[in-house]
């Protein structure tokens, strides 16, 4: 019997079952710590307990990306070892923040099949779960992949494509229980712009760039425990580069954009997202973001911003897109998430 | 009076003289996320304190090789720091789990010389015990290297060279008090393989790769505050290269090893070991093991699996030796270690 | 209205302005992990709880350095952005060790100005005090730099350049509360050296060297979030390299210094310091020290030693000028600084 995880195919997945992720993680101040140094992260609810505690908290709590890469990265081995493209994350929500001496695990569920044309190939659609030591949810979202077939003979599932939201409601975003902005330090916090100085449509260049290093996105993809071949060993693709884990590239981006958002404060909606263009070693990230949408919460002082968030590594900012509507060659992610910000 | 440490030569070492190796280590969760980040490591016991809870711990230890290298970094300034090389382990038991918070130190006790044929090296034979802050042993070994001289006209000591086991004895083993694997969750785990599904014989090609990276191995090297020149120093050798702590391949391929081998847990008997050829940045690591040996322990659920773990940089899998009985130039690392396993 | 930071320029700095500067951090053992990680840092009272309790702290203390890196990072957006050199640092003084748990946060006083006379750029002076969660000065230093002007025509300031201490006295350096090294273990400590073996003008070289990477300093450097654009984007200076974070040499070099300074245990006084040439990821970085003061203190069997560590990337050890009284292109830093030491 192989022992050895060959990842599962595309005929592997049957609508409606469900997945439960090996290798639940217990976080720590060194996960936090981690963060910081990977990433140039500033934003003071995740920096300081002190700031967390005014705001309602109890404490500090992992960055949710940091969260999200958690849960995300058990997976790989469930889902993505056989990708041949992620095509796209909807309806994703944070649901309770992480603090230190969480455990975290997942489950996915199958809520889509579509084989592609080509007969190949077949798009996968999962909603997954993180959960916490409790067994609340700590954050879900559904992602798409591609992923090959074992057997090109084996029978098409029936179509299921699952309709999914372009964008997450204000309304069904999830507060976190007691935060609270009303007494909010924006001198601590980095920035004097509250939700009221954002309008819908307008673009912010986040300036500052970070020039990948190979040590890095591997250090920070293995903290998340993704293991997938591709981002670490340098004779798996035939040029010779490691692809550099999509997630490395969100983090990276939405650290640079402190400057300019550092009240964004805490994440909580992940509406569409996309990884443009690969991302490799010597690559600089820089990024930009436009104003997608602004909402009140029912937390005192605290409003919502939803926020396009482009990764690039070169070119100008605010270009998205080509004449063919196809993403600009230096486009790197493409991320539509909401935010939590001070009124 | 010069004020560093020259290190100790060949004649410096007495029959059982006891060293008590300088600074001690306090480690936290810290420790713990870097090890996770400085390699593949997947294992759950020690990534999920829950899991380890369910199998009968207080909580998720640091890894067992994290504590093996604190322990072995502290023997470095007093045995190795003249070593021509790292010739052998063996004896190996880890006695008590580590926790964030425990404090490590290091004893060493010389236990054989024998001058060398050529008058210019011998080799010195110690057995090092970690110990906690409550003076408990943590983990004892032998280990020997080859140090050099330095008065080539120094008298040679009386040869007395050890008796020491091919392999510790499965009833010599230690098993954590508590351990239990009798309601272990084989999905939580990543793999369904028991030890009653290894035979004897049976090879395991891991299948993943790793690149190297400079700033990866001299992160793990000082982390473990072994702070040898040859792993930092790029103009120490006339080649240029670092030469790659030892102790970094066997913890990138144990965690390698993990798919295969995702239910041998809990390293508790280093039998032998040997670092077949130098790694350099740039190698790209894979692993394979071979099942050596299978027992029974005394606690519920526990088996425990006696494995030739091999890291190589190239060539195919389970190729060991030429025919002329040397190492193939792929093979970095030979080791021999029993693990626990559920039955 | 523009969102980012450009940072303030010389005409936007008035005397006796108080900066409150950004984003509070609370510290952990994971930030402990990562400097033992990043530097070859070994003195026992910042590794070990155990070493440090019997030198009668409640325990390890955060090292030194990582605190001053901290209160310093926050300072560069308001300080430094703009800044065309670091000038100089003076009467730095480590009021109360920083434990895991402990927020810091840091407010700048500007305490001198003085426009230079090309008319182009100024010199600011501030005194930054970092502080923690209870509003406790943690450490307070002055530092000198020369910034920018946005508008070439706007008048100078009255000049005012503040008078400065070229070495704090002994008798004002702050010691612990409670430290003790009446029963220091030199054993554990690393080395035999107490103060009465040094003498003033001796000179120490620490012989060990660490070439620097790219993905090392962009880590330890963010660590600290001190996020000056010109340490992480390859493609801000003409040359493509990016400057290492001046402070990343101060610790490599300190941390060097423990071989032949194990007992220089904490630092509790900056005099001086000069960044004398910039370092580029491949340097090789060494040290080497001279005693400059020797001084008893209030603490039991505790005194105090003034020295000067200088930081190297090649050359022989003990260069520090050339003929002309400039530093030798060799030299990286010139640090002056108090540390305490078992009598």
Known sequence: MAKTNPGRFFEDYQLGQTIEHAVPRTVSGGERALYHALY??????????????????????????????????KTVPDVSLNAVANLGYAEGRWHLPVYAGDTLRSTSEVIGLKQNSNGKTGVVYVRTRGLNQRDETVMDYVRWVMVRKRDIDAPAPETVVPTLSKSIAASDLVIPQGLTFADYNFTLAGEPHRLSDYTIGEQIDH???????????????????????????????????????????????????????????????????????????GDTVKAWSEVLDIAETSAPGVGAIRLRLVATKGGAPFVLRGEDGKYDPNVLLDLDYWALMPL
Chains 1, 2, 3 share one sequence.
């Open 40 to 73: 140039p992260a500033r934003h003071a609810l995740y920096s300081s307990d002190a700031f967390a505690q005014a705001s309602g908290l109890p404490g500090s709590p992992i960055d949710d990306l940091a969260a999200f890469h958690v849960i995300f990265g």
């Open 207 to 281: 300036v500052d760039g970070v020039t990948i290093e190979e040590a890095e996105h591997m250090i920070a993809t293995r903290l998340w425990q993704n293991t997938a071949k591709v981002h670490f060993d340098a004779t798996f693709r035939p040029d010779g580069q490691r692809l550099i884990y999509g997630g490395h590239v969100i983090s990276m981006a939405r650290a640079l954009s402190f400057n300019g958002l550092a009240n964004a404060q805490m994440i909580v909606g992940l509406n569409a997202g996309a990884h443009a263009n690969p991302c490799f070693s």
